[in-house]
T-cell receptor
Framework: GAGVSQSPSNKVTEKGKDVELRCDPI?????LYWYRQRLGQGLEFLIY????????KSGLPSDRFSAERTGESVSTLTIQRTQQEDSAVYLC?????????????FGSGTRLTVV | AQTVTQSQPEMSVQEAETVTLSCTYDTSESNYYLFWYKQPPSRQMILVIR??????QNATENRFSVNFQKAAKSFSLKISDSQLGDTAMYFC??????????????FGKGITLSVRP
């Protein structure tokens, strides 16, 4: 597609429920990143995928968070047993390999609200 | 670990005036990249300008320029001839220069810039 597409745009869920967030990167962009943006804060790195290499999961805050990517396409971020502190905007970004230093393309994010 | 500090939470500027947004960072790396990203209400992060640490010359992109002081670990953004469309949150970000492809960013907390008509 023309840009990085994220769905849903907004999600309200009850505490304790599982949620799945989707990211569809730009075609040909093998590098994919997930970031979390809490209210009034900067973005925090969560996870990085590059092609078929092992992902860098060093930013995942707990074992309730997991992410998958099918080949070089869609990625899903799953949060199990959601807590109120998980409320945030979750942003996905993608780039061609080795070009992240030139800046990557972000999606518009999913705003997650846990009530 | 790297840290990025944006100490001003909000700024306001009159349309057509010039405004400077401050950013400092801390790192033990000698080679890295610095960025300013803009986040309008649409939430999509937009790259404004980037600077390579090994370059002494300050980066410029049209009305946007930076003042990069490597020794002081300072990276401020100057917006000239401010326009209403510049109203947004602005984030300063740091990226290590790595041999591998992982280009993760460390962000500051951001600054809300309002341009007054």
């Amino acid at each position: 597609g023309a840009g990085v597409s994220q769905s849903p745009s907004n999600k309200v869920t009850e505490k304790g429920k599982d949620v799945e967030l989707r990211c569809d990167p730009i075609s040909g962009h093998t590098a994919l990143y997930w970031y979390r943006q809490r209210l009034g804060q900067g973005l925090e790195f969560l996870i990085y995928f590059q092609g078929n290499s092992a992902p860098d999961k060093s930013g995942l805050p707990s074992d309730r968070f997991s992410a998958e990517r099918t080949g070089e396409s869609v990625s899903t971020l799953t949060i199990q047993r959601t807590q109120q502190e998980d409320s945030a905007v979750y942003l996905c970004a993608s780039s061609y390999p080795w070009t992240g230093a030139y800046g990557y393309t972000f999606g518009s994010g999913t705003r997650l609200t846990v009530v | 670990a790297q840290t990025v500090t944006q100490s001003q939470p909000e700024m306001s500027v009159q349309e057509a005036e010039t405004v400077t947004l401050s950013c400092t960072y801390d790192t033990s790396e000698s080679n890295y990249y610095l960025f300013w990203y803009k986040q309008p209400p649409s939430r999509q992060m937009i790259l404004v300008i980037r600077q390579e640490a090994y370059k002494q010359q300050n980066a410029t992109e049209n009305r946007f320029s930076v003042n990069f002081q490597k020794a002081a670990k300072s990276f401020s953004l100057k917006i000239s001839d401010s326009q209403l469309g510049d109203t947004a949150m602005y984030f300063c970000a740091f990226m290590k220069q790595l041999a591998g492809a992982n280009s993760k960013l460390t962000f500051g907390k951001g600054i809300t810039l309002s341009v007054r008509p």
